[in-house]
């Protein structure tokens, strides 16, 4: 069988309004939410404010399937664009299960929840970061080894996109390719 | 908004081949698949085999919406009914999200994995047990406190029914009705 | 090396006060507790009241080490005679780390959290059942299939004691012996 | 009651022989542990190899007590100075653990994972990071914002040290000021 891709879409929050979401990386949310969906892929993230909600607005649009994996234990929390809300009851620590979901990951701009995805995106899936859009996402390739690795050994390796639609095509061809195949298991459990 | 119901069905595994699932058991659990699609519902389950796969299958001959939340990292592991594999790398903890993801729960027969999804279900999810699908569904009322009870302070209550098209109705009244009001949040973090 | 072996005592919390712990338990868990730190076990529980409360006190009064893996966030839920508060912020779903850090496990009493455990522990630990302390270890025996299975398929097998020095005795040998190897990963990830 | 301090020390592994951990961090991470023991605080790491191992045997040196939270299933994948070996099988998701049980967090070197450890101390435990030992903790400071922030909005501060001794009393200090309260719960479970 065929199963949908499952995107992931990892970005900053609006819940702290002192420190607003950049209105580009809402506009390239619900851009890349909207493409996601005109491609038959699933829109997966923390299911919350900011770019979790834009990119849910953006994949409803185009009448796409959206699924937020949440913290707490009230579906009522969901931004009113995910259709499947599951509640977790783990607090942050659902961000591993929103990345774990995933066939591959896209980040847009980002606080500190938004770097703590991509911490754990790096090493197990393809992984593509949307430049231009604030916070984290425009400072990474400054940051990582070679501008890419988030280790010195390079064992894995992150991608860049420069619009939605790029972004969106990237990781698709990733996770149809070698970068996608499932180690954890076996990566998870080493020393 | 309106979301459609989130039901997850546990039920035994076919795991173990010298340890079969009961012929009613699958038989029940294709068809409460297919009448929670036909009323709109998503199933969600553990994604595996037997009363897993069995409700997948119903689901998907009625036109719904199947999510798997695997143990392992491995979307393959899903049955091929599963349209949404969540890998979550947990191991059987992740019984207690596939709990935690619903609106309400029903019970199909059962091995030792089901009766801790049961536990994890009493005290914060309507749970409707569908007798007469053998395991721990058909054993659970003669020894429950007062029959319907896992503790004896009876803070919570299990429901019965006695075909698929009950219990599906079943859980459909509850999860509209009080019981559904989330109370983890509050309940898992007291003494 | 030799590390001290980790027996996770399970059984009635005190949160409700309608349904009080039954005094023999209380009693029975601190003797365990007692036996458990004489023998240089390190005692592991939930943290919280009732018997986890009456257990680490009986290991404290004996110069043991105690382990309280919490629910929450706040390492003051933990009672007073833990010395190492992990504080977990999963709710219930750290019954399932509880039992996963054991070598082997003792039940006494038991409501519906340590019903949980319990089904946790069986496929995978060492696990005895100390009668006579009310709740569900009195009940077990005999809802059990053949008085000490909890799958039909009988993969595993619980024990049962009849008094703290016999339990406390028969943990340290099932953890010594053929069943107390790990086999988690292999079981966790099949299907 | 006072409980000893729960100090995490997170810092890079030695599973990849092509990435070997600096030595100076191994002798840093050995120097900790070991003022951390003679300070009485507890040592909890991964309780694997590298700067695990380094602080687990540095506060064995001293007579502490070390805590090793493993990802995996079995208690021998834990190096030989943990004394206390909690087997998750929650793979890499078990940093999260790690850093929730703390007290207090000193990071040492790094690699991807800890990096993973660092975002989830960053909010709600007290942090030092140990510069002169190499991977990540040479390069926070640098790549922080305002050199002390992981997130714009600066909602909580990173600290550093120069030397083991100042990081231990930096910890100590850290540990029992205003930024020690939890407040996990309410962070965690908001949008």
Redesign the interface.
Known sequence: ?S??L?VTVIGK????P??PVPPQALRAAEEVGRLLAERGA?VVSGG??GVMEAVSRGAKSAGG?V?GIL????????N??????????????RN??TV??A?AVIMISG??GT??EL??A???KPTVILEGTG?WSD?IR??AYKGKH????G?AELHFAKTPAEAVDLAHRLAAGPEAR????KR????
């Open positions: 069988m199963r949908p499952l929050s609006a819940k702290n002192s420190d699933v919350l404010s399937l699924i913290p707490g234990f009230d579906k009522r929390d969901a009113e664009y995910v259709d499947i809300a599951l509640t977790t009851g783990m607090g942050w620590m591993t299960l774990r979901a066939d606080g500190i770097l703590n911490t754990v790096y090493e197990d916070g400072r400054e940051i988030l280790d010195e050994a064992i499932p180690q954890g298991a998870e459990f080493q020393s």
